[in-house]
């Protein structure tokens, strides 16, 4: 069933494989629901948009969009390479949404904070330009794209900039991973052009402020030297670093035959988002290189420790575990966790005094407390292990990177 935001209704039954297509003869679809009993893809876009309306060239738009229960809460904005601004267009999936706009420039100077009330299938688009690096934090789940604009909304025009619109998926943080393995469009002679159009790709990373270790990152398997890439730090409302974002270009040959090209943070952990994309004369592609699809916005809450590994001294001392959860409604709860012996003895090396740590209601993450002990014997490094333990009768569930690793040495 197809509901546009005039309210018109639309249905068609289909069986395993079949497709249709649904289009308008004018106007924006935006907004437009869509339910099925069964599982399907749905895929969007526009045969060839002007983005804005007034500027040449056109180009087409498609993207898969995923189930809103997936759609997320906190989003990062990375500018386009090279070109002077870039749109992005965002869409609430439920009434009462707040969106709270943050931008800052390389320098972590505050540009611009605004923000947007929207109502389910409402949606606003941004252009901003080259120098805003910015942070989305919306109290209800929404969609965010990236659309590259028409190359005459540049001034001036240059080879750099010469590219049409294309649109892509920002991740949600909620939904990064780690691992990717990224393909470039292999350049080719395209249309009327007698010469090969020679796609340079680029990349634009993304990396939560609590991941961030630029030591981390590893492309093509520690083939390329990540030290001069420069990431910026960006900003929430409040002016806490949130988030890295930084852009790259990937030393490939555009008219060879390109082979896939790694990008991963090592750590089981820690998160990364990336972003491909690529223009010549007027030809463009972009994609997300990958996210995760879990029910982060759906009725469940998702519960998750923040950190893979925590290093403590052996002083008598109360260490910290950060946990944190996604969800529509975030409810005062109180939660259990366990602290598994290794190396270290509970009693001996540290204590569990209260295995219980709570949300406050609204809050997104929270602390658990456990006592690292003193002892009189000198030891190399010993670990537990620390998880969380939910009550089966709660609506809830735990990501399936459940632990920390805790050394004390």
Not at 144 to 161: A, K, Q
Not at 196 to 219: C, S, T, Y
Not at 246 to 251: G, K, L, S
Request: aromatic content about 10%; some cysteine.
């Amino acid at each position: 069933t197809l509901i546009n935001a005039g309210d018109t209704k639309r249905r068609r039954r289909a069986n395993m494989g079949e497709v249709f297509t649904f289009a308008a003869d004018s106007g924006d679809l935006t907004g437009t629901r869509v339910t099925a009993n069964k599982p399907i893809t749905f895929l969007t876009g526009h045969e060839c948009a002007f983005v804005p309306t007034e500027n040449t060239a056109c180009d087409h738009l498609l993207e898969q969009i995923p189930p809103t229960e997936t759609w997320g809460f906190q989003f990062v904005l990375t500018p386009l390479t090279t070109r002077e601004s870039s749109g992005f267009k965002f869409l609430a999936s439920q009434d009462g949404t707040s969106i709270t706009i943050s931008c800052n420039d390389a320098d972590g100077d505050n540009v611009i904070s605004e923000s947007l009330s929207l109502n389910a299938g409402g949606s606003d688009f941004k252009i901003y330009p080259k120098t805003y690096w910015c942070f989305i934090e919306s109290n209800r789940p929404i969609l965010v794209v990236t659309i590259s604009l028409g190359y005459t909304f540049d001034e001036p025009i240059t080879e750099s900039n010469l590219a049409d619109p294309f649109m892509f998926m920002i991740p949600p943080l909620g939904q990064l991973s780690n691992d990717y393995t990224l393909v470039f469009s292999q350049s080719d002679a395209i249309g009327s052009f007698d010469d090969a159009v020679n796609f340079v790709p680029q990349i634009n990373f993304i990396v939560p402020a609590a991941d961030f270790d630029r030591g981390k990152l590893i492309l093509n398997n520690g083939a390329v030297n990540t030290s001069s890439i420069n990431f910026i730090a960006i900003h929430d409302s409040s002016r806490e670093v949130v988030a890295y974002g930084a852009q790259f270009v990937p030393d490939v040959d555009p008219t060879a035959p390109t082979s896939p090209f790694s990008a991963r943070f090592s750590g089981r952990a820690t998160t990364l988002g990336v972003l491909v994309y690529a223009w010549y004369r007027e030809n463009t592609y972009g994609y997300p290189g990958g996210m995760r699809v879990d029910s982060i916005a759906g009725s469940q809450s998702v519960y998750c420790p923040m950190k893979d590994q925590i290093n403590v001294q052996e002083i008598e001392e109360m260490v910290s575990v950060p946990i944190t959860r996604t969800g529509v409604e975030l409810r005062g709860i109180c939660v259990n966790f366990t602290a598994t012996i290794g190396s270290a003895t509970e009693g001996t090396d540290f204590v569990v005094e209260n295995n219980t740590c709570c949300f406050e209601e609204d809050a997104g993450c929270t602390s658990c407390k456990i006592r690292i002990l003193l002892d009189d014997i000198r030891e190399g490094p010993e670990t537990f292990y620390f998880s969380i333990v939910l009550d089966p009768e709660e609506d809830v569930c735990i990501c399936k990177d459940n632990l920390t690793i805790i050394t004390i040495i």
